[in-house]
């Protein structure tokens, strides 16, 4: 047997399904196979921030999993029993994002989620299917798969590999996975406890370790996580055995009970050199992993495929060249290295047993938390670096701006979360899946709109235009004194800023657009297997 197919992903976590959802809504042709015999039934990644939740909203499903989350109301700190920091979450993000919070969902119905979406719209996962063998050459990715109790061919023109931190893929195309491992053990634990906070992530601190204790849907059932203590090398039978290691280490009782996971692992910090091999994409875990410092993970996986899909779309749609690709590894292997460094960094002042990290964390570190809340510039700052929607590319080849005077915003940057004078979202307004040309014709004589009009009548779907002219408050927030155009991605990125009339706009389209003869940053050899 032998499947054609456009787009082959590998792996059906959250970045494989996030992109197999994304494609389906494209309308682009795709495979997605799992060796797994079905979805994730542990509850592994925690956290959903406010950018991911943004992207949950253009597909629809952000309502399902704010029903299904919980948003963390505190963080505190804990020495000894004693409550040392409090700090307030809730809507620390007001006014940057509709989803001002942090979410408590677990992985597995995060899954749950995109796979039920990706049924919806007709498509399907195939599980029990495992990658054999892979090559490239002629211009396809030629992989073999066992499933249905037997071998087959699948020929795609591209394939993602979103099949995690062992990825076959990459192990295949042997390809290096550079970083190191974290020097401890570490153990998670999903238990219930009897404690007196509930809504609130606390992190216990002691000389000698810490513990981070993490609410999930209910009020008994908790994640907690930590360093595995000497002399328990070896995984022990139960959770339990280790609780009065843990409670001697903290100072302070930690009533466990019916823990429903528990697992011991080393961490590591890895990151690819490249996230483009030819036809073959890395995105998630299996181009990046890194500490659970933030909760980050999983949140960076999804975005990784949001960022490849819209681009995979157009040009597997026939709409861009193959150098529209090119910019997936632009925008996302800069934040892949960044998060690596700050998660590192973070992960490792509250692990190290060294006399000065000790310090940092254990007297300076909860002043530093307490002092940053009293801002509110320091808590949207914080709260844009956690929620990622403080992420920029602003080198990337996409990114243009041709302004005279600058503007309160900047290409290359998330377009704000902004309202209309109805107080409806701009957000809500971009709702195709192509591009949004923003017109904020400040002449009443300007010829702006009907210039634009024109470009999006010409370019049918790829191009919607949404005109912000009456928006007057709008405008002032944005600084725009002349006639100006905004061109937002599918991604709410924007691509284009300029006050140089309609010209520029096509001009920008016609280069993006546009097929060329560019080879992919790296080329395989030619066969793999």
Same mark, same amino acid.
């Given at each position: 047997?032998?499947?054609?197919?456009?787009?082959?992903?590998?792996?059906?976590?959250?970045?494989?399904?996030?992109?197999?959802?994304?494609?389906?809504?494209?309308?682009?042709?795709?495979?997605?196979?799992?060796?797994?015999?079905?979805?994730?039934?542990? $509850?592994?990644?925690?956290?959903?921030?406010?950018?991911?939740?943004?992207?949950?909203?253009?597909?629809?499903?952000?309502?399902?999993?704010?029903?299904?989350?919980?948003?963390?109301?505190?963080?505190?700190?804990?020495?000894?029993?004693?409550?040392?920091?409090?700090?307030?979450?809730?809507?620390?993000?007001?006014?940057?994002?509709?989803?001002?919070?942090?979410?408590?969902?677990?992985?597995?119905?995060?899954?749950?989620?995109?796979?039920?979406?990706?049924?919806?719209?007709?498509?399907?996962?195939?599980?029990?299917?495992?990658?054999?063998?892979?090559?490239?050459?002629?211009?396809?990715?030629?992989?073999?798969?066992?499933?249905?109790?037997?071998?087959?061919?699948?020929?795609?023109?591209?394939?993602?590999?979103?099949?995690?931190?062992?990825?076959?893929? @990459?192990?295949?195309?042997? *390809?290096?996975?550079?970083?190191?491992?974290?020097?401890?053990?570490?153990?998670?634990?999903?238990?219930?406890?009897?404690?007196?906070?509930?809504?609130?992530?606390?992190?216990?601190?002691?000389?000698?370790?810490?513990?981070?204790?993490?609410?999930?849907?209910?009020?008994?059932?908790?994640?907690?996580?930590?360093?595995?203590?000497?002399?328990?090398?070896?995984?022990?039978?139960?959770?339990?055995?280790?609780?009065?290691?843990?409670?001697?280490?903290?100072?302070?009782?930690?009533?466990?009970?019916?823990?429903?996971?528990?697992?011991?692992?080393?961490?590591?910090?890895?990151?690819?050199?490249?996230?483009?091999?030819? @036809?073959?994409?890395?995105?998630?875990?299996?181009?990046?992993?890194?500490?659970?410092?933030?909760? &980050?993970?999983?949140?960076?996986?999804?975005?990784?495929?949001?960022?490849?899909?819209?681009?995979?779309?157009?040009?597997?749609?026939?709409?861009?060249?193959?150098?529209?690709?090119?910019?997936?590894?632009?925008?996302?292997?800069?934040?892949?290295?960044?998060? *690596?460094?700050?998660?590192?960094?973070?992960?490792? *002042?509250?692990?190290?047993?060294?006399?000065?990290? @000790?310090?940092?964390?254990?007297?300076?570190?909860?002043?530093?938390? $307490?002092?940053?809340?009293?801002?509110?510039?320091?808590?949207?700052?914080?709260?844009? $670096?956690?929620? &990622?929607?403080?992420?920029?590319?602003?080198?990337?080849?996409?990114?243009?701006?041709?302004?005279?005077?600058?503007?309160?915003?900047?290409?290359?940057?998330?377009?704000?979360?902004?309202?209309?004078?109805?107080?409806?979202?701009?957000? &809500?307004?971009?709702?195709?899946?192509?591009?949004?040309?923003?017109?904020?014709?400040?002449?009443?004589?300007?010829?702006?709109?009907?210039?634009?009009?024109?470009?999006?009548?010409?370019?049918?779907?790829?191009?919607?235009?949404?005109?912000?002219?009456?928006?007057?408050?709008?405008?002032?927030?944005?600084?725009?004194?002349?006639?100006?155009?905004?061109?937002?991605?599918?991604?709410?990125?924007?691509?284009?800023?300029?006050?140089?009339?309609?010209?520029?706009?096509?001009?920008?389209?016609?280069?993006?657009?546009?097929?060329?003869?560019?080879?992919?940053?790296?080329?395989?050899? @030619?066969?793999?297997?």
């Amino acid at each position: 047997m032998s499947v054609k197919t456009k787009v082959l992903i590998i792996g059906a976590g959250p970045t494989g399904l996030m992109a197999a959802c994304l494609l389906e809504r494209f309308g682009i042709d795709h495979v997605i196979i799992d060796k797994k015999d079905g979805p994730t039934v542990e $509850s592994r990644a925690l956290l959903l921030h406010a950018r991911s939740l943004e992207i949950y909203d253009q597909l629809g499903i952000a309502n399902n999993a704010l029903l299904q989350g919980e948003i963390l109301e505190k963080f505190q700190m804990v020495i000894k029993n004693k409550k040392v920091r409090e700090v307030p979450l809730g809507k620390i993000g007001e006014g940057v994002s509709p989803f001002p919070f942090v979410l408590v969902l677990e992985q597995s119905k995060n899954e749950a989620l995109l796979l039920n979406d990706l049924l919806t719209k007709g498509g399907e996962v195939k599980w029990d299917t495992e990658l054999i063998s892979l090559a490239e050459h002629d211009g396809e990715v030629q992989a073999v798969v066992s499933g249905e109790g037997e071998l087959y061919d699948i020929h795609a023109e591209y394939l993602l590999a979103a099949d995690g931190a062992s990825s076959m893929v @990459r192990k295949f195309l042997e *390809l290096p996975f550079e970083g190191d491992t974290y020097q401890h053990k570490f153990y998670v634990a999903d238990t219930k406890i009897e404690t007196r906070w509930h809504d609130v992530i606390t992190l216990h601190l002691s000389p000698r370790t810490f513990v981070g204790i993490f609410p999930m849907q209910g009020t008994d059932r908790f994640r907690v996580i930590g360093i595995l203590p000497p002399g328990h090398e070896e995984k022990p039978e139960e959770f339990s055995e280790l609780v009065p290691v843990i409670e001697q280490q903290l100072g302070a009782p930690l009533k466990v009970s019916e823990t429903s996971w528990f697992s011991v692992y080393h961490l590591h910090h890895r990151c690819m050199e490249h996230f483009r091999y030819g @036809r073959i994409f890395f995105a998630g875990d299996a181009g990046h992993i890194h500490s659970p410092a933030g909760g &980050q993970g999983m949140n960076t996986g999804l975005q990784d495929a949001y960022n490849l899909c819209w681009k995979l779309a157009m040009v597997a749609g026939g709409y861009a060249g193959d150098h529209l690709l090119n910019t997936y590894e632009q925008e996302r292997l800069p934040v892949a290295r960044k998060l *690596l460094h700050s998660t590192d960094r973070a992960f490792s *002042l509250v692990t190290s047993p060294k006399w000065l990290p @000790r310090f940092y964390r254990l007297y300076l570190l909860p002043f530093l938390f $307490s002092f940053i809340f009293r801002f509110r510039k320091w808590r949207l700052k914080l709260f844009s $670096s956690i929620s &990622q929607t403080g992420i920029r590319y602003v080198d990337s080849d996409l990114t243009v701006m041709r302004i005279t005077e600058p503007l309160a915003v900047k290409a290359g940057e998330r377009f704000p979360y902004l309202k209309t004078a109805e107080g409806e979202s701009v957000y &809500q307004l971009m709702k195709t899946d192509y591009f949004h040309a923003l017109v904020f014709a400040v002449n009443n004589e300007s010829q702006l709109g009907e210039e634009i009009s024109e470009l999006s009548k010409e370019k049918g779907k790829l191009v919607h235009m949404i005109d912000l002219s009456a928006e007057v408050e709008i405008m002032k927030l944005l600084k725009i004194k002349t006639d100006t155009v905004i061109l937002v991605r599918p991604d709410r990125y924007i691509g284009l800023i300029t006050d140089e009339g309609g010209k520029v706009v096509r001009d920008y389209l016609a280069k993006l657009l546009v097929e060329k003869k560019e080879e992919p940053l790296i080329k395989l050899p @030619r066969t793999h297997a």
